[in-house]
Nanobody
Framework: QVQLVESGGGLVQAGGSLRLACAASGRTFNNYYMGWFRQAPGKEREFVAAITWRDTSTYYADSVKGRFAISRDNGKNTMYLQMNNLEPEDTAVYLC??????????????????WGQGTQVTVSS
């Protein structure tokens, strides 16, 4: 079993920065994607970014490209999301997720088997 715990959310003004962390425990080493998704009230869960655990290739939603950076530290079993130049539209609950088996559809939430509880990010204008 894999457990994921997010941290680092909070309230920030537009233009500010936050760094989210996702600590993983349990069996973690394999070939799969880990990703960040977000969900705002009344909206569907949205892909934000993904990273492969084997070669650290990264992928981003167009809405965050150039502002967000995903990374991971294998030694600490932790994934990060550095969020810069935040906008009010980035306000959402941010969730980290991990695939159980490798799927190339890293943008699709249903390909991820393990989820954290989420951390709230609120960006004020």
């Amino acid at each position: 079993q894999v457990q994921l715990v997010e941290s680092g959310g909070g309230l920030v003004q537009a233009g500010g920065s936050l760094r989210l962390a996702c600590a993983a425990s349990g069996r973690t080493f394999n070939n799969y994607y880990m990703g960040w998704f977000r969900q705002a009230p009344g909206k569907e869960r949205e892909f934000v970014a993904a990273i492969t655990w084997r070669d650290t290739s990264t992928y981003y939603a167009d809405s965050v490209k150039g502002r967000f950076a995903i990374s991971r530290d294998n030694g600490k079993n932790t994934m990060y999301l550095q969020m810069n130049n935040l906008e009010p539209e980035d306000t959402a609950v941010y969730l980290c997720a991990r695939q159980r088996f490798y799927s190339g559809n890293y943008q699709t939430a249903s390909t991820y088997s393990y989820w954290g509880q989420g951390t709230q990010v609120t960006v004020s204008s």
